[in-house]
């Protein structure tokens, strides 16, 4: 199959639509990362999505749909805070968990009983969506465990030959993936930290916890469990700016093309070495994150990642991708 990457036009739109509607699937940018998209009714699709992922089955897949779409169509189940968290935040990287109606395929919730829903606000995620008026199921467009993909290019990357369809729409600005946020329960759980911060929901919410897995429970969200956004190279986090070039000095000396990633107030600390920048602030560092561990993985042999000093808010979420691209 040959894959066509295409600027989003009119005319891809409806192509796209179509691709879907048939049963394809088609990558498609939105403002956290480009996402591997099919229609959430066809079960066929949906099996597709794991098949060409390499995704474990247990792993449920987020329905997104476009600003005009009726929830109700697809969830019933609303806490009160849940309708001032849409107001907030919607349209924006703030995916929910509901409890399923089980309207869509039965695959999308890999057997749970919640459906996680998404309202982006990428303007060419919502132009597809619109044209597609169907949720569309989008599962970050990457290899399982593979690094996120945050342009065409790194889609390509991953799956050229095995899609039909990449919507280019340029880079995206946020670089991780939405916020998870279970809203079954009286208060708003954190599953995956992203964007849209707990100190953000608490504002709106009085209250948000983030989740933890008890010792013998299932795991209310499974992609938490397992090694992901891994390079190809190895990569390793070290605790401070000290021992990452002790790391760093020590894997040249050996012949294996290290480069330091860092970001923030760390990048004053270094000494001039082949460096991935991940930028200053913890946007900046949330943007670049994807970019700089495909580059790593271009251009290194091993990346040493210095852990940032800024521990909150969005840099929860760059810490939580960081961590598991550097577990072994
Ligand atoms: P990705 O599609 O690659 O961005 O990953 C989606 C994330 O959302 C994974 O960590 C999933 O485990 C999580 N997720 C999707 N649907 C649900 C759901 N119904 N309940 C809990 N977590 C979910
Ligand atoms: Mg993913």
Redesign the pocket.
């Known amino acids: 199959m040959k894959t066509e990457v295409k600027k989003i036009t009119a005319e891809s739109l409806r192509e796209a639509s179509e691709l879907i509607r048939a049963g394809e699937l088609v990558a498609f940018p939105t403002e956290t990362v480009y996402g591997l998209g099919a229609n959430a009714f066809d079960d066929d699709a949906v099996k597709r999505i794991f098949q060409t992922k390499g995704r474990p089955s247990d792993n449920p897949l987020i329905a997104h749909v476009h600003t005009d779409y009726d929830l109700k169509k697809l969830v019933d189940f609303d806490p009160p805070y849940a309708e001032k968290l849409r107001k907030a935040f919607l349209p924006g990287p703030l995916t929910m968990v509901y409890p399923s109606t089980n309207k869509v395929s039965p695959f999308v919730s890999a057997g749970g009983s919640t459906l996680a829903v998404r309202v982006p606000s990428h303007r060419g995620a919502q132009s597809f969506l619109k044209e597609v008026d169907l949720p569309v199921v989008a599962?970050?467009a990457?290899r399982s465990k593979h690094v996120?993909p945050t342009s065409a290019s790194h889609v390509l990357f991953d799956f050229d030959g095995q899609i039909p369809l990449i919507l280019d729409g340029g880079r995206s600005e946020g670089g991780i993936?939405s916020t998870v946020l279970d809203v079954t329960g009286e208060i708003p759980l954190i599953l995956r930290e992203g964007l849209i911060t707990r100190e953000m929901i608490a504002s709106v919410t009085g209250k948000c916890e983030k989740y933890v897995r008890k010792e013998g429970e299932i795991a209310r969200s499974p992609g938490m469990m397992y090694k992901h956004y891994a390079p190809a190279c190895p990569a390793y986090l070290c605790e401070s700016a000290e021992e990452g070039v002790a790391l760093y000095r020590k894997l040249d000396q050996e012949g294996k093309n290290p480069y330091l990633m860092a970001g923030g107030v760390c990048l004053r600390e270094l000494p001039p070495l082949r460096l991935l920048s991940l930028g200053d602030t913890p946007k900046e560092m949330a943007a670049n994150l994807y970019e700089k561990l495909r580059e790593g993985e271009r251009v290194a042999g091993a990346v040493v990642a210095i852990r940032p000093k800024e521990q909150d808010g969005i840099m929860a979420g760059v810490m939580d991708r960081l961590t598991r691209a550097c577990r072994s």
């Open positions: 599962p970050s990457n996120s993936e």
